[in-house]
């Protein structure tokens, strides 16, 4: 009985690792694509007159790339502080649906591991994520697990990018010419695209790139929350009112042929 | 400036918007309804953060053959397509991008 407990444990553990690491793999094209916009912050902060440490400091408590650059930029002309963290409040809400999407996986799990899941929510790690869910279904601890290792993964690279970029920003010109954040774009893609199984979903994501285009300049990213909620609503709405002749049309068009392949 | 104050601040916004569903999953009563709804959310706001970056060069709207990033990522949907895989779609899409992007103008 011991042994086979303990074997329990053993097993548990080695699968904890593996998620872990599968977490930090899955995520590695995103951690790339990071870089050189940490490199960025680390040195447009310290050239906007923030302090050595309030510049490290926003990378390890904040962790929310968007909002960082709008405060240093602010900060660079001399905004009101009030102001500031208003502004990087827009910025950032578009992470609450992330957090949403998140829900029926995490329902049960406690409370207190939920804590560092809110605070390491990145567009990235989000993305991979979600991924995970729509693949396998995992559990709450299996979420839990894979989740850890791609954002500590893109939390030491964010850190470590910033001080580097701190130390040697004025040194390295031209680090976004490099076109590394093409990754997250190949990544994004990689991850929508086996999402797009039905009408709502294709309509969904049509609605969020022309709006997403249209909105480029709105201030702050809201475009982007508003793209968001507006293709979410279109894909909602669509799949209610036209649910089942519209949206099941694929599937049903399948089995239509199905059955005539049979009676031929 | 007080730069703790400010960095506390930020800290508190940018938390809370992430941890609040979270927080409150079991005060929700979780529909069917409200669950399929969820997976529009990554197919919404990963499209359309991709837009914005590729159909846009330093600021200014692209849409034609000289767009080496919308080239590359119409590419990658249908790589994205085909193969099903992250890696591949990543690989295959940095090579192409290169290529676009330095090797092609020294020919």
């Not at chain 1, 649906?97 to 560092?116: C, D, E, G, H, N």
């Amino acid at each position: 009985m011991d042994e086979n407990k303990e074997l329990d444990k053993k097993s548990n553990s080695v699968q904890r690792k593996k998620l872990f690491i599968r977490g930090a793999l899955d995520t590695f094209p995103l951690i790339v694509a990071a870089i050189p916009f940490a490199i960025i912050y680390g040195a447009l902060a310290l050239n906007n007159g923030l302090s050595f440490f309030a510049t490290l400091g926003m990378s390890v408590f904040v962790f929310a790339g968007a909002s960082q650059f709008v405060a240093t930029t602010l900060v660079g002309a001399s905004a009101p502080v009030l102001i500031i963290i208003a502004t990087v409040f827009v910025v950032n809400l578009r992470h609450m649906l992330y957090s949403i999407r998140f829900m029926p996986t995490i329902k049960f799990l406690p409370k207190w591991q939920r804590i560092p899941m809110g605070f390491w929510m990145t567009d990235e790690s989000f993305s991979v994520a979600s991924r995970f869910i729509d693949q396998e279904s995992p559990s709450d601890k299996q979420l839990h697990n894979y989740f850890w290792g791609s954002a500590i993964a893109m939390y030491l690279n964010w850190v470590l990018f910033t001080y580097i970029g701190m130390l040697l920003g004025k040194f390295i010109p031209g680090v976004t010419s490099w076109g590394l954040d093409i990754a997250m774009v190949l990544a994004f893609i990689a991850i929508v695209i086996p999402l797009l199984k039905t009408k709502s979903h294709i309509c969904c994501a049509l609605v969020a790139v022309v709006s997403a285009v249209i909105t480029m300049h709105w201030p702050y990213k809201i475009g982007l929350l508003f793209s968001s909620l507006l293709a979410i609503a279109v894909g909602v709405l669509i799949n209610k009112y036209y649910g089942t002749s519209f949206d099941a049309a694929i599937t049903s068009k399948k089995n239509g042929s199905l059955q005539s392949e049979e009676s031929s | 400036m007080n730069e703790w104050l400010l960095i506390s601040g930020m800290m508190v916004v940018t938390f809370i918007p992430r941890y609040l569903p979270l927080a409150f999953v079991n005060h929700f009563n979780l529909s069917p309804f409200f669950i399929h709804s969820l997976s529009y959310i990554p197919v919404a706001v990963l499209s359309a953060i991709v837009a914005q970056n590729v159909f846009y060069i330093e600021g200014a709207l692209s849409v034609s053959i000289d767009n080496n990033r919308l080239i590359t990522a119409v590419l990658a949907v249908f790589i994205a397509l085909l193969s099903k895989s992250l890696w591949w779609t990543v690989t295959v899409g940095l090579i192409v991008f290169v290529l676009l992007e330095r090797v092609l103008p020294t020919i």
